[in-house]
């Protein structure tokens, strides 16, 4: 997949460790959209072709839980959806990989 930059959220694939990483201004682009954003565009779809993200977490308490009181203060946030593994950090990234399975 190549770099995709039309949008509030930008994202990369780094073929070294297979995660798609993306950056997403949080003023302009709650947490739970930058997910449903860079899952759409690993599963190569749009996000409304996606199993809904409420199904797996709640993304209101989602993104009270990353955002906190500051987007600097290193929280992070991991689950599965859609047999990838999630991992959101407050600092503005999403990372998605394929789930190994139980114990990745």
Known sequence: MRD?????VSI???SEDETYRARFDADA????MAIIETMAAVRETTPTELDPLVETVDPMALDRLVKGNGAT????L???YLDHTV???ARGIVEIRAS???GD
């Open 4 to 8: 995709s930059t039309d949008s509030a």
């Open 12 to 14: 990369s694939y780094d």
């Open 29 to 32: 682009v709650s947490p739970s």
């Open 73 to 76: 203060d290193g929280r992070i």
């Open 78 to 80: 991991e689950f599965r």
């Open 87 to 89: 991992t959101v950090r």
């Open 100 to 102: 190994l399975g139980d």
